[in-house]
């Protein structure tokens, strides 16, 4: 199972943790378990279409994943997957 | 016991040490050889005159300063004093060293300045100016070269908030010369949890008023320039264009992709940050140098009120403090052209698991800003891109305020 790292405005669905384990062979199955797991983060990660949405980079290690296979990008064990939105706070 | 007066030693050393002239010396320096010129005079000495290019070790530091400066054994090394007398000590004790292509130049800097050869008279910093910023200038990445490269320096703060507070504070402390704070707010009790540089009795004064307090009180070297206004679409060029450096400081989506656009358009550096809860993120937008920007990061913003503010959703009040004092160091690397900055890597801090990761920012090859072939060349109304109202649809009588995204 790959690690997700769950971004603050999003553990409100995860009862709390940053970090879990989740199962799927490329990020559109994860996403979909993490759904199963954690009803409501979905439709926070994805449209109506169910794309990821354009302000939310998703990072598969060091690499965001539209400069892989977008939402098929293939997952292992030892991968990391990092939800990463855009945060405006400064002051 | 048998023993040597100074004239004897310098006559020893002269048949042990090879002399060249001041001739030789240009000679090698005109063609580009790579000798490595160390000037061993005092402090006074070089601050009267120096050849460009030599590097300055006080005699006494030498030994303990050579291998930074010169770390090969075999690198040719030319030593220089005022007149040929302590250059050729140095050039001994380099010997001893293991130093093996060591030159004394005969005459020294008396010698290249008699013979009518260049040489410049470095703008120095002053006795005061040495005690305050001793810790910079002895590490040999910043030097008191370095130490007058951040005074000469100007730096844009979007924000005299969270992130701007620390930042602010810490560019004035280390003698960063101009420094510009952009905030139309005035401090609210609410504020004194995270932004440090304002304080109880400043409540309800403007931000930029209580920062240039707070700034003047530290440190009487920088010269601040309050921007008591709301950063605009009208006078972004203006205020953008007067600095080397953007530091972002915002609290709301809108702003954030207009100060990109502009730092994009004018060919600036933007230290981009926010912070929510007990996360962080800091990167470093230098199109300049074939970075990404924040549209690349970001194409598009989120629908207003998607992502909760610190307002609506908290933050740690020593975040800030973190996250802002990273874009501090990376403005003063900036300037000084010193180590690698965050160019195309966004650093995330999370406070509460303690830990610091790393993702790669990409350069949009489509990017509408950045790219070759940018759609956006003039700035936009950005309450509208982000899905909010226009400043211009706000009534009269209305704050002006943006609204929270």
């Known amino acids: ?20 384990e989740c199962a799927g062979a490329s990020i559109a199955e994860l996403i979909e378990n993490l759904e199963a797991q954690y009803p409501g983060v979905k439709s926070r990660l994805c449209d109506d279409n169910g794309q990821i949405k354009r302000y939310v980079n998703v990072f598969v290690n060091d690499e965001e994943i539209r400069t892989l296979q977008g939402s098929e990008t293939p997952l292992s064990d030892k991968d990391e997957v990092s939800i990463i939105p855009a945060m405006a706070g400064g002051r | ?43 006074n000495e070089w601050d009267q005159g120096h050849i460009k290019g030599a590097v300055h070790i006080p005699r006494g530091y030498l030994e303990l300063q050579i291998e930074t400066h010169v770390p090969q054994r075999d690198q040719p090394v030319a030593v220089l004093c005022a007149g040929g007398v302590r ?45 305050r910023y001793s810790r910079h200038t002895i590490m040999p990445e910043l030097g008191e070269e370095g130490q007058l490269k951040l005074l000469d320096s100007k730096v844009l703060i979007i924000g005299a908030g969270g992130l701007g507070s620390p930042t602010a504070i810490y560019l004035a402390a280390a003698g960063v010369g101009t420094i510009g704070i952009v905030d139309f707010d005035v401090v609210d009790t609410s504020n004194l949890q ?84 007990f996360e962080g993120q800091v990167t470093v937008f230098d199109t300049t140098q074939g970075g990404p920007c924040y549209r690349c990061l970001y194409p598009d913003p989120p629908p207003p009120g998607e992502v909760p503010s610190c307002a609506e959703g908290g933050v740690l009040g020593v975040l800030p403090g ?9 403005a003063i690397k900036l300037i000084l052209g010193e180590g690698d900055p965050l160019v195309g890597r966004l650093l995330l801090y999370d406070a509460l698991t303690a830990e610091f990761r790393e993702v790669k920012v990409r350069k949009n090859p489509d990017c509408p800003v950045c790219s070759d072939h940018p759609t956006v060349i003039e700035l936009i109304d950005y309450q509208q891109f982000c899905g909010l109202p226009s400043l211009e649809a706000i009534p009269a009588n209305g704050t002006g305020e943006l609204i929270p995204a």
């Open chain 1, 1 to 20: 199972m790959a690690t997700v790292r769950i971004p603050s405005p999003l553990r409100r669905y995860t009862n709390g943790q940053s970090k879990l």
């Open chain 2, 1 to 43: 016991m048998s023993y040597l007066t100074s004239d004897q030693l310098l006559a020893k050393l002269r048949k042990e040490i090879k002399e060249i002239s001041v001739y030789e010396l240009a000679d090698q320096l005109d063609h580009g050889q790579n000798v490595a010129l160390i000037d061993v005079r005092e402090q």
């Open chain 2, 87 to 131: 250059s050729l000590l140095g050039a001994r004790d380099l010997q001893t060293m293991g130093y093996t292509n060591v030159v004394s130049v005969a005459g020294g800097f008396n010698g290249w300045k008699n013979a009518g050869y260049n040489f410049s008279v470095p703008r120095t910093l002053t006795a005061e100016q040495r005690q």
């Open chain 2, 194 to 277: 995270r932004q440090i540089i304002h304080r109880l009795e400043d409540v309800d004064k403007p931000k930029v008023e209580s920062a240039a307090r707070a700034i003047a009180q530290l440190n009487p070297d920088v010269k601040v320039i309050g921007h008591r206004t709301q950063i605009t679409s009208q006078n972004a060029f203006d205020i953008i264009g007067q600095y080397d450096i953007v530091i972002n400081g915002s609290d709301n989506f809108p702003t954030r992709y207009l100060v990109n656009d502009a730092c994009v358009i004018l060919g600036k550096t933007l230290v981009d940050a926010s912070i929510f809860r």
């Open chain 2, 322 to 330: 973190i996250v802002g004092s990273l874009q501090a160091v990376e």
